[in-house]
């Protein structure tokens, strides 16, 4: 501890004859002083600290790099000057194809190294003769350049009568070769400097074009895998660092031949597409659940490389995206952008977004029930929506749908769809069984129908099923509305209409978050005919979703991004395009907005006749049978009488669920709107019934009366 030190101040006189100042005592703590750092601590920070700044790294790094591309240009050069005069590849090819087990290879390559060797044994003897040929040949070219020069300056001379014009061109030959020597002599030492200048120029674009260099030379947008081109000693060496031991010593015995594994690579979309072979001893279900580390190896992120398993035994497809394209938008909907596009239900397809490749993918809903799934933000409504939208584009098609959610995602339907249940509750719960159960009876009337009666296409679709299927609540019977049992109520109705509705074109439509056997029975999710799924969680959330064959086939929508991938669906449907060989296929689909949505709705009013959609109502309120009558009828000028009983089951089961012609006609008779026959069937003429309405006595005056 320092010692205080004493110090005596005096003040300074201000007048001339001032008082004596008292002496004043200050007590100023002795600061112990900054320790001095060496000058070699000093001098090693400053080498540090330039030693590691990112120029001089960068620097350190381009000379590295750029020496090793010359000298691994080199040996690149040198590799294949070795393999053009010595049968070194042959004898690889040989070894690759006992490897992978090929003998009708081997011994097409071992009989072109016999080829090659004879070939190369003819040369070599040829080049025995060859000086006493060069010398002969040099005599005797010389002489006949030396008798063709004198000959010429013979001509010469005679034409211009002087002898010494004889030896004229013989001159100026010799006077040109002595002008070549002088050049090659100003040229020689110049040359001595830039020819080996120019080759190792040489080698370096060999060295160069082939990143001959460890990764940590390379730029940094080519150790980021930014703009990597996928090679086959890429993809050799993203296989044998796969930790597979057999693939890896198979590599190795096959020496720089591995890439004869590798199909040709073919640009395929926004990415690359190889075919690999593997040897003997490696399963494709090996290189499946390597799916990250062979990304990785690749300089890929896990989600741009995809593996599916073609039809060749122990064969693996890999798909390698451009880096970063998969998070690129795809363009609008052909839906959006084509206002003259209409659909047809039994003949065309879906537009709905574009596959892995960047070709179109369109899918047939034609008799096809449907299951699409995923986590919740992830697309599925706008998918499901945008397969609605284009078959609404067929005016020949009936919806009846029901929304779990109740945000108003189908709110434009209304005025189209037949019935438009829009909720989360409870109580909408019921209302959307009592519609499939509608449907229901409504595809057991048309398999009453004569053999070959052809029916419109009717599509029950409700999303978010699993509120359905989750719902506690029981009916009078003590029926269950929701779960998986034999008694509950929408569980059954949705199998029933799986196990018949196709052939009557009566579908079931599913969108579902986060299956489960709870919230997606497997009875359900497996009747489904086209099923997709966005991003999942689990392998095994993949196989209820895709089913078995899907999964073990490369489909893995637990692999996609959440978040991310919104709107990429993994898809197994014979309704789609499918490579041959796989069992799904992933596609990124067209995001189509409400106001898309909204505008392309009211395109496919104006090709319909007026539709009233039917929304929930209270079932016990009393029922005005006219007046239910008149507002099933819409816009429309005239309904079939058929039509008009289904719309009244729908509106109110109890009230008019057993009604039938004779019923109908007895009422609208009583009011003076009988139904009439028009174009051979009967109808239902709306303006009947309005005037029917507006000639009805005022109760109060009937009551008078």
Not at 469 to 482: A, L
Request: with cysteine; aromatic share 4%; charged share 25%.
């Amino acid at each position: 501890m320092s010692e205080n030190v004493v110090r005596l101040v005096k003040t300074p006189p201000t007048d001339p004859e001032p008082e004596p100042a008292p002496t004043v005592l200050t007590i100023v703590p002795d600061t112990p002083p900054t320790p001095l750092v060496p000058l070699w601590v000093r001098s090693g920070r400053a080498v540090k600290q330039a030693v590691t700044h990112e120029n001089t790294t960068s620097a350190a790094r381009a000379v590295a790099r750029h020496s090793l591309y010359t000298f691994n240009g080199g040996r690149i050069v040198a590799r294949r000057t070795w393999d053009g005069k010595t049968g070194a590849r042959y004898e690889r090819m040989i070894r690759t194809a006992e490897v992978a087990g090929n003998l009708e290879a081997a011994e097409e390559w071992e009989e072109r190294l016999q080829r090659f060797r004879q070939a190369r044994h003819h040369r070599r003897m040829d080049l025995l003769h060859s000086p006493v040929e060069a010398a002969k040949g040099i005599v005797v070219g010389t002489g006949v350049s030396i008798g063709v020069l004198v000959a010429l300056g013979v001509v010469m001379a005679v034409n211009n009568h002087d002898v010494t014009d004889v030896i004229t061109p013989l001159k100026a030959t010799i006077e040109f070769i002595a002008l070549l020597i002088r050049i090659v002599q100003v040229v020689w030492g110049p040359g001595l400097v830039v020819g080996p200048l120019l080759a190792l120029l040489g080698l370096w674009a060999v060295g160069s074009k082939q990143q001959a260099a460890p990764p940590w030379a390379l730029p940094a947008n080519v150790r980021n895998g930014e703009g990597e081109p996928i090679t086959p000693s890429i993809v050799v060496k993203a296989l044998r660092d796969l930790g597979v031991p057999a693939l890896r010593n198979a590599i190795k015995e096959m020496g720089d031949a591995g890439a004869s594994m590798l199909g040709p690579i073919r640009i395929a979309g926004c990415g690359v597409e190889v075919d690999v072979t593997l040897p003997s001893g490696v399963s494709t279900i090996e290189v499946q659940q390597r799916r990250r580390k062979l990304a990785e190896n690749l300089t890929r992120h896990e989600h741009e490389v995809f593996i599916t398993i073609p039809e060749a035994a122990r064969t693996v497809r890999l798909w390698v995206a451009d880096s970063g394209a998969l998070d690129q938008p795809i363009g609008p909907s052909p839906l959006v952008t084509d206002e003259t596009m209409t659909a047809d239900y039994a003949k065309g397809k879906a537009p709905w977004g574009q596959d892995l490749r960047g070709d179109a993918a369109t899918l047939s809903v034609y008799q096809r029930h449907l299951l699409i799934t995923g986590l919740s933000n992830q697309g599925k409504t706008v998918a499901l929506r945008s397969l609605a939208l284009w078959l609404a584009l067929d005016k020949s098609v009936q919806f009846l749908m029901g929304d779990l959610k109740g945000l108003g995602d189908w709110a434009m339907f209304d005025g189209l769809a037949d019935t438009l249940i829009q909720g989360p509750t409870d109580e909408h719960v019921i209302q959307v069984t009592e519609m499939v159960e509608g449907a229901v009876d409504e595809m057991n009337r048309r398999m009453m129908a004569p053999p070959g009666t052809v029916f419109p296409a009717l599509i029950v679709l409700v999303d978010e099923a699993q509120v359905a299927f989750m719902c506690p609540v029981k009916d009078e019977d003590k029926r269950p509305y929701g779960g998986s049992k034999s008694n509950s109520r929408y569980f059954m109705a949705v199998r029933k209409i799986h196990n018949q509705g196709r052939a009557v074109n009566v579908l079931m439509w599913q969108g579902t978050q986060d299956p489960t056997d709870q919230n997606l029975p497997k009875l359900v999710r497996e009747g489904a005919h086209t099923r997709a799924s966005l991003a999942l969680g689990t392998e095994s959330q993949a196989r209820m979703a895709l089913g078995d064959k899907a999964v073990d086939g490369g489909a893995a929508p637990n692999l996609l991004r959440p978040g991310l991938d919104q709107g990429t669906l993994v898809v197994a449907s014979s309704g789609i395009d499918i490579p041959k060989g796989q069992s799904s296929i992933t596609v990124r689909t067209h995001y189509v907005d409400d106001d898309a949505a909204e505008a392309i709705i009211e395109r496919a009013k104006a090709l319909r006749d007026g539709v009233t959609t039917l929304h929930v109502i209270d079932a016990g309120e009393d029922r005005d049978p006219l007046a239910d009558i008149a507002g099933v009828l819409g816009d429309a000028p005239r309904v079939l009488t058929r039509d008009v009983l289904k719309r009244l089951t729908v509106l109110d089961e109890d009230a008019y669920g057993a009604w039938t012609n004779g019923d109908l006609k007895r009422v609208l008779e009583a009011d003076g709107a009988e139904p009439y026959k028009s174009e051979g069937v009967m109808v239902v003429s709306r303006d009947r019934v309005l005037r029917a309405l507006a000639n009805r006595p005022d109760e109060d005056s009937a009551s008078v009366g």
